[in-house]
Structures are given as structure tokens and as C-alpha cells.
């Protein structure tokens, strides 16, 4: 009568809100501040893999900082043979631990460049020295 809904009926509506937006038994009102979104690395499954086991796909990275020069670099094998090299050189404040990220993150991209439309076999082996990256 007065144009102001029913308090039980808005009550209702925001427990049904609530009850939709519950994920991975996390409970959260929409939208969610960036700040408290999962980071992607909580999602992905990284198994590290015994020596012994073959793939087709193989990507070797490695970062490194001495002083203030600071690098990142890869190779991809394919079926072992050489199929592409990277390196980079990046800015002098960036830290070891972002040089090996960048290294492997840039190996990925390219992987999918190379990878795109020539096999079907989408199992690669990431082969890294950066236990913190993988944790």
C-alpha cells in the first residue's frame, strides 16, 4: 500500500542472494572485492613429475638477477627436437623470483603459438628450478 516492500519479503530476497553465492564452502556476498579473489594459483593442480616420464612437449625456463641486470629464458622441444628459444631481458628491479615466473609464463604463450592447430596432444612438461613459483 505505501509502495515499501514487505521487510520479510526483502529479508528473503537477500538470504536467496546470499545462498547463490556460495562457492568452494567459501561464503560471500556478490560482487566481491578484487582483494579477496582467489588467486589463480589456488586453482591450478601442478604434479611434479618423476625423471623417466616421456612427453611430447617438453619447456625448459630459467630467470636469473645478478646486481641489476636481470633475465629470463626458455626452450621448447617438441618430440625432442629444438623448436624455439626465448630470452629476455628485463627491468633491473624486478626480482629473481619474477624472472623465473616471466620465463615460464613466456614459454606458455609461445608454446600455445607453436601448439596451435599442429597436435592434439596438449601434455607438456614444464621443467623449472623455481620451487616457489610451482608452491
Known amino acids: ?34 582483494r579477496y579473489w582467489r588467486h589463480p594459483a589456488e586453482l591450478a593442480i601442478i604434479p611434479e613429475v618423476e625423471n623417466g616420464t616421456m612427453y611430447t612437449t617438453e619447456v625448459y625456463t630459467d630467470g636469473s638477477k645478478i646486481g641489476d641486470s636481470v633475465g629470463a629464458a626458455g626452450v621448447i622441444f617438441v618430440n625432442g627436437e629444438l623448436v624455439h628459444q626465448l630470452k629476455f631481458k628485463l627491468h633491473g628491479q624486478c626480482s629473481n623470483n619474477q624472472a623465473e615466473q616471466i620465463a615460464i609464463l613466456k614459454g606458455l604463450e609461445k608454446l600455445e603459438e607453436i601448439q596451435d592447430g599442429q597436435h592434439n596432444d596438449k601434455r607438456v612438461t614444464v621443467c623449472t628450478d623455481s620451487k616457489i613459483t610451482l608452491d
Open 1 to 34: 500500500m505505501a509502495g515499501v516492500q514487505p521487510i520479510q519479503i526483502t529479508i528473503e530476497q537477500k538470504v536467496q542472494t546470499h545462498m547463490a553465492t556460495k562457492i568452494n564452502s567459501l561464503e560471500y556476498d556478490a560482487p566481491l572485492e578484487v
